[in-house]
Antibody, heavy 118, light 108 residues
Framework: EVQVVESGGGLVQPGGSLRLSCSAS????????MGWVRQAPGKGLEWVAN????????YYVGSVKGRFTISRDNAKNSLYLQMNSLRVEDTAVYYC???????????WGQGTLVTVSS | DIQMTQSPPSLSASVGDRVTFTCRTS??????LTWYQHKPGKAPKALIY???HLRSGVPSRFSGSGSGTDFTLIISSLQPEDFATYYC??????????FGQGTKLEIK
């Protein structure tokens, strides 16, 4: 059974940092692009970032470029999101998702809540 | 970035109704479009990929169509478990893979 499980969310002050992790199982992790999607309170889904199978390509939404870094460790079947210079507007549930062949997010985790507040 | 416009923003319907959701993109994306269902507190669920292909395990009352810039998701006969928010997402060429703003489907 395919599973992705996020962790690492919490409360952080503006300007602070947080690292999210996503542990994957039930599929060959190194064969798939992986990504992060977020949902701010009362808002819709927002695509955040994704990373190629071998980590050689990464992409970001404009609002997080230069502040967030996506990475992966295929030996550990794990995906990460390092978030620096956090802003109040980064408050959201962050989902880890596997990308299928059509670049659709075919499996999602339950999400981890990040709250940026003083 | 490619802009996505979903309509309507919300929709009220009854069990058994046929409902139609629309998604329009700011440029031609071929068939690189996915539809998702999202319920509060749950992980989003992919329903349709490549504009018209039903994902395994998704009931056949869901169908998708369209290409280019105009896309449609239809639920042929609403069931109680279908009340949720529905999103479209484009995955054309280089990211960011933008989502529409969603259509909230509510019980009439």
């Amino acid at each position: 059974e395919v599973q992705v499980v996020e962790s690492g969310g919490g409360l952080v002050q503006p300007g602070g940092s947080l690292r999210l992790s996503c542990s994957a199982s039930g599929f060959i992790f190194s064969n798939f692009w992986m990504g992060w999607v977020r949902q701010a309170p009362g808002k819709g889904l927002e695509w955040v970032a994704n990373i190629k199978q071998d980590g050689s390509e990464t992409y970001y939404v404009g609002s997080v470029k230069g502040r967030f870094t996506i990475s992966r460790d295929n030996a550990k079947n794990s995906l990460y999101l390092q978030m620096n210079s956090l802003r109040v507007e980064d408050t959201a549930v962050y989902y880890c998702a596997r990308e299928g062949p059509a670049a659709d997010s075919d499996y999602w985790g339950q999400g981890t809540l990040v709250t940026v507040s003083s | 970035d490619i802009q996505m416009t979903q309509s309507p923003p919300s929709l009220s319907a009854s069990v058994g109704d046929r409902v139609t959701f629309t998604c329009r993109t700011s440029q031609n994306i071929g068939n690189y479009l996915t539809w998702y269902q999202h319920k509060p507190g749950k992980a989003p669920k992919a329903l349709i990929y490549a504009a018209s292909h039903l994902r395994s395990g998704v009931p056949s009352r869901f169908s998708g169509s369209g290409s280019g810039t105009d896309f449609t998701l239809i639920i042929s006969s609403l069931q109680p478990e279908d009340f949720a928010t529905y999103y479209c997402q484009q995955s054309y060429r280089t990211p960011p893979y933008t989502f529409g703003q969603g259509t909230k489907l509510e019980i009439k």
